[in-house]
């Protein structure tokens, strides 16, 4: 196999932070082979990369010989450099590979090969330690929505705004508070949501302004945690004050079909599959979706992205729970279920579990109440 380089394009570098263990904005690593690798980190990294990165070799950069030519230039030629110091002329590279590395490392004279499958297997199939991490992020979430519902649930109605502690509640506010709670566990989520109506009608509405009552609130927060890294994501939906009976019918519609696609779930079952069963039983409710084939009749909430995505050191990555592709499900695959139902004017609803795929089924990570009403929460 052709030796691997991988140049981080920031911190959040998912397969630099795989392959490496280690997480780092800047940096180089190459995989010679099996047991073979290296990483190059500066000054400021190199005793944190020591003590958390698990690659045979660490070097400090004058170690490695490098030389500063600027952005995109210097760690490219050290790349070649160390390839050709074992007489490789080859080398695969992350999808990920911003192009300034790319084009400077074809520069070089090097034949380089863009791997889109890189780890692609391997980050799918978790290991028993990567659940783990997984679920510590799920259960950090699930304390995340509580601490917001919580709030919700304190509020009073005024002019059909809900009011705590003399002001308005706002998504604001709610942000805070859930980000507060994330960092003291150990977790970081910048672009949660919180999103009343009737913006929530837009799935990636992040919220803004004061919150009403009568009206569905979706909380959709995937936390990573700063000591692993591997993300959680869990979505709920609730209402403060009398429940419209158009929510209760939609919020209904998601959990049958949220239950129905994690039924549908299990090892070689296909992705397509379960997202078209989400779909039917939403269309069989009376609501439709943006999927050929389950459109549903016109004018009514409709779910308009796929039923979920994989989650790791990325809160979306492979596979897919959605058509017209098949992507056939992995044991150790983690998977989020998210039936949703929006209505532009309205507002929307939205439900969300996290688990694994197993040969037998799907294992919940998720414990947590689905209820419309704050209360149950508490």
Known sequence: MKPVVLIPGGEGDADFTYATGFAVETGLYVR????????????????????????????????????????????????????????????????????????????????????????????????????????????????????????????????????????????????????????????????????????????????????????????DIFPSSRKSHYYGDLTRTVVVGEIPDEVRRMHAAALQALDAGIESIRAGASGRDVHQTVCQVLVDRGFGTTTKGFEGPDGVARMNHSTGHGVGLDVHEEPSLRGPDENILLEGDVVTVEPGLYLLGFGGVRVEDTGIVTNDGFRNFTTLTRSLDPRDYL
């Not at 304390?143 to 917001?148: D, F, G, I, T």
Request: with cysteine.
């Open 32 to 219: 010679f082979g099996e047991n073979d690798d290296v990483l190059v980190v500066s000054p400021l990294e190199i005793d944190r990369a020591r003590v958390q990165s698990r690659t045979t070799k660490t070097l400090e950069l004058d170690e490695a010989g490098f030389e500063d030519h600027g952005p995109f230039v210097s760690y490219a030629r050290l790349a070649a450099r160390l390839l050709r110091q074992r007489s490789s002329e080859q080398a695969r590279v992350s999808a990920r590979l911003q192009a300034g590395y790319l084009e400077e490392l074809r520069s070089t004279g090097l034949e380089i090969e863009v791997d889109r499958a890189l780890f692609q297997i391997e980050r799918r199939q978790k290991s028993q330690d990567e659940a783990a991490f997984i679920e510590a992020s799920q259960r950090a979430a699930e304390a995340a929505v509580v601490e917001v519902v919580s709030q919700l649930a304190q509020a009073d109605v005024r002019d059909g705004i809900l009011w705590l502690d003399e002001s308005p509640l706002t998504s604001e506010r709610l942000y805070a508070r859930a980000s507060l709670l994330l960092g003291e566990k150990g977790f970081t989520c910048p672009d949660m949501i919180i999103a009343g109506s009737p913006e929530c009608a837009m799935p990636h509405f992040r919220g803004e302004g004061p919150i009403r009552a009568g009206a569905p609130v979706i909380i």
